[in-house]
């Protein structure tokens, strides 16, 4: 999704984390993408998506996380949302327009101004699909969505 900090080649991951084990005990949960595209020079970026609800996470090069988007639904408008945090400059929520509405086709994503953030319900999207990540980052953005900030 488009707005996110610079990426980088190389994805983080934690090999003693076993996602396919726990998977099997858990409901809709996120699932990693592989061969996520990444920009030279720049700190990993990862993406899970699972059930209609998406995390791009991006982390420095030096290795700490130093953003995330969650891709959500509004449950009253339907129309995709995009919840951004970044350190330092807190959460900004941005509809997703997708081009196809227009005549022009742009077919790339954009995020356009949005109003309020429904809090409640994509906290409660989070934990119902964020079993299967690390415990540590699964923390980070939960404490984040909480903190709203």
């Known amino acids: ?4 900090p610079c990426q980088n080649p190389k994805a983080r991951a934690n090999p003693r984390f076993d996602t396919a084990r726990r998977r099997s005990k858990l409901g809709a949960v ?3 993408y592989k061969n996520v595209r990444q920009e ?3 700190g ?3 993406w899970f998506e ?26 009253h408008r339907g129309r995709e949302r995009a919840l951004t945090w970044r350190d330092g400059a807190g959460f900004s929520h ?11 086709k742009n077919l790339t994503p954009i995020l356009l101004p949005n109003g309020g953030i429904p809090w409640e319900e994509v906290l409660r999207e989070f934990d119902e699909s964020s079993g299967s990540l690390e415990p540590a980052l699964r923390a980070l953005v939960r404490r984040r969505l909480e903190a709203r900030g």
Do not use: K, T
Request: proline letters at 8%; glycine letters at 22%; a positive charge.
């Open 1 to 4: 999704m488009a707005g996110g």
């Open 40 to 42: 030279p020079g720049c």
């Open 50 to 75: 699972g059930g209609g609800f998406e995390l791009v996470v991006w982390y420095r090069a030096d290795g700490p996380v130093e953003g995330f988007q969650i891709l959500h639904r509004h449950r």
């Open 94 to 104: 941005g509809r997703v327009d997708n081009g196809m509405g227009s005549p022009l």
């Open 30 to 32: 996120l699932v990693e």
């Open 44 to 46: 990993p970026r990862r």
